[in-house]
Every structure is written in C-alpha cells, then in structure tokens.
Nanobody
C-alpha cells in the first residue's frame, strides 16, 4: 500500500494556473500508474490524467488536453499536475490515485486504482 497526499489546490481566476502535487509514501517501488481524478458537486468522479510511474506513458482527458501536464519526480515520489488556462468548469475536488499491480491498463476507470488521497479543492472563478 501507499499513502497519497495532495496539495496545491486553491482559488484562481479563469485563465490562471495552479500546480497540484501528489506525494506518495510507503511501497512506492510497487506503483504501476498514478492518476488524477476530479469530482465537482453533484457530479460523478471523472478521469483527468494518468502517468506510468516508471515513465513512458501519459494519458489525458480530452477536456484538459493541451492545458494540463503531468510530470513526476521519482526521487521525491511525487507526481505533479500543472494546470494552465483554467476554466470555471475545472472547479472540483482533485484526487490523486495509485495503481499498485501490473494489469491491463484501464486508467480511465476509478475502480482500477488501489489507493486514493484525501483530495484538494480547486476553485476557478469567472
């Protein structure tokens, strides 16, 4: 198991930027993928982006492609989500998640992930 702690959320005006961090601790050497999801009030949790922990593969939701960028720092066991050109519809609680074991890749499926962080609020004002 790993423990995940998100940070970096906040209030920003439309068009602004934020960088979210997800710091992992525990059995980080076993991580296969890390993903970001978000959930707005009254809506289902939706996929945002995912990255293979060993590198080489990244995935983005169409709604954030070209605006959000994932990166990772293996030495710090941290994944970053750089969010640019933010829109009011990006407002949500953002969750970090980790998949621990190698399996058929289903990064868009929240149930595919084994561990979740507590979430960080992102609010984009118009």
């Amino acid at each position: 198991q790993v423990q995940l702690v998100e940070s970096g959320g906040g209030l920003v005006q439309a068009g602004g930027s934020l960088r979210l961090s997800c710091a992992a601790s525990g059995r980080t050497f076993s991580m296969y993928y890390m993903g970001w999801f978000r959930q707005a009030p009254g809506k289902e949790r939706e996929f945002v982006a995912a990255i293979r922990w060993s590198g080489g593969s990244t995935y983005y939701a169409d709604s954030v492609k070209g605006r959000f960028t994932l990166s990772r720092d293996n030495a710090r066991n941290t994944v970053y989500l750089q969010m640019n050109s933010l829109k009011p519809e990006d407002t949500a609680v953002y969750y970090c998640a980790a998949r621990m074991t190698i399996a058929q890749v289903r990064v868009l499926d929240a149930s595919w992930y084994d561990n979740w962080g507590q979430g960080t609020q992102v609010t984009v004002s118009s």
